[in-house]
């Protein structure tokens, strides 16, 4: 089985090398596609937040509101040790910072491997700034925040009732504070982000490639092709969607479902960032296809209320 498994590996390979070579001619406006992307919509909105989160998990800034807060949110969500500083930094910073801020904790025992996986579930939050730069740009300020509430509202439901009760014992934790100079750690936070973010970029062309070399080989209409590059990666997925001749609500359920998914890009940033722990991913994955559900379903129920009042 694994000499087959090589096999089908090297053969996926050599294919993947001919079809580039076939298709050289999407490889250079893909790349500049990508970088602009990048400068224009993903480097603005995550190289402070990469940052910032560094610098509050390495100092424990939240520690004390920790103490005050995490009783009742670990009771509430079934979760044990340091939680709420993981949820609450996700909501700000979006992912795949979640998964980094997530696998942090995990490493220095600040959480268990149960309430990671929980963690992962309900914690993957599009950043704010990003979402509203990008949807503002197709829908007007309402919808905007519409999808915006209903994505995070969605974590919550999955938070709820979709997870499994830790019991592990508090004392596994580390609650102890940090005293690292904030201008100390700075320059490596800083250095951390580019890192991070060049590999999004990375994530970003590559996928990029791959999705402009389908549909060179499959002729989709527009819809479809939306909908793969969204799967695919979020960032063109939704760029292209303000020229895709649909109604709105169409395009509405279209943008709801390829942030809730996440798009195979950020599903690879989530395996870098959490050091292929399987089990984060495959959390991660179980929580990506609940909140699709969810959130085109309440969508869609919201819409058709909405229609015959």
Known sequence: MNKLKKILQIAFLFLLIFILFKYNYVLKPSVLISINLWITKVFPSLFIMFILNDIIIRTNILNDLNKIINPFFNKIFKTKGNAFACF??????????????????????????????????????????????????????????????????????????FVIKDDA??????????????????????????????????????????????????SLNDTLTTILKGLLEITQGLNI??????????????????????????????????????????????????????STGTYILIYLFIAHI
Do not use: W
Not at 117 to 135: D, H, K, Q, V, W
Not at 256 to 274: D, E, K, P, R, Y
């Open 241 to 294: 969607l303000a020229s895709l001749k649909q109604t709105s609500i169409i395009k509405e359920i279209i943008a709801v479902a390829i942030i809730s998914f996440g798009g195979l890009s950020i599903h690879t940033q989530v395996l870098s960032l959490t050091t292929n722990n399987k089990e984060l991913y495959q959390n991660y994955l179980i929580g990506r296809i609940y909140q699709t559900l969810i």
């Open 88 to 161: 609450f930094l996700s909501i700000f910073s979006g992912s795949p910072t979640n998964a980094y801020i997530i696998n942090e904790n995990l490493q220095k025992k600040l959480i268990s491997q149960k309430t990671a996986n929980n963690l992962m579930r309900y914690t993957y939050f599009s950043n704010p700034l990003f979402l509203y730069n990008i949807l503002s740009g197709i829908f007007n300020k309402f919808i905007t925040f519409k999808i915006i509430i209903i994505h995070y509202l969605a974590n919550i439901v999955i938070g709820l009732f």
């Open 169 to 218: 014992d508090d004392t596994y934790y580390n609650d102890t504070n940090n005293h690292e100079n904030i201008l100390y750690i700075l320059p490596q936070s800083i250095s951390k982000s580019i890192n991070t973010l060049l590999m999004i970029l990375g994530c970003i062309t590559f996928y990029m490639i791959m999705t402009n070399i389908f549909t060179s080989l499959i």
